[in-house]
């Protein structure tokens, strides 16, 4: 039984940072590609970071020297970084896992229940 749980979620004013945490369980995660993505009310779903198996991260343009991705394999969590945190930063953020790093959602077998960040 595969579960990503996240937490670390919440409102911040701008300019402002948040930790979100991904709490992976029930598979080998090292063997999986682990991103974070986030969806807005009224928008698609879009990557926002993602590492692979061999720690290579990668960054949407949007969020690119603002946010880092990072994973503990000890701890099996997965963990984002928001700094300059802006209102359009505003949207569910979603942990998923797949086997193949890329921005699109389909290629992603799981997902987490979302946590919200909202930025004011």
């Known amino acids: 039984h595969v579960q990503l749980v996240e937490s670390g979620g919440g409102s911040v004013q701008s300019g402002g940072s948040l930790t979100l945490s991904c709490q992976a369980s029930?598979?080998?995660?090292?063997?999986?590609?682990m991103s974070w993505f986030r969806q807005a009310p009224g928008k698609e779903r879009e990557g926002v970071a993602a590492?692979?198996?061999?720690?290579?991260?990668s960054y949407a343009d949007s969020v690119k020297g603002r946010f880092t991705i990072s994973r503990d394999n000890a701890k099996n969590t997965l963990n984002l970084q928001m700094n300059s945190l802006q209102p359009e930063d505003t949207a569910m953020y979603y942990c998923?896992?797949?086997?193949?790093?890329?921005?699109?959602?389909?290629?992603?077998?799981?997902w987490g229940q979302g946590t919200q960040v909202t930025v004011s």
């Open positions: 029930g598979y080998a995660r090292g063997s999986y590609c």
């Open positions: 998923a896992a797949g086997t193949r790093c890329t921005w699109e959602p389909r290629w992603y077998n799981y």
């Open positions: 590492m692979d198996s061999d720690g290579t991260a």
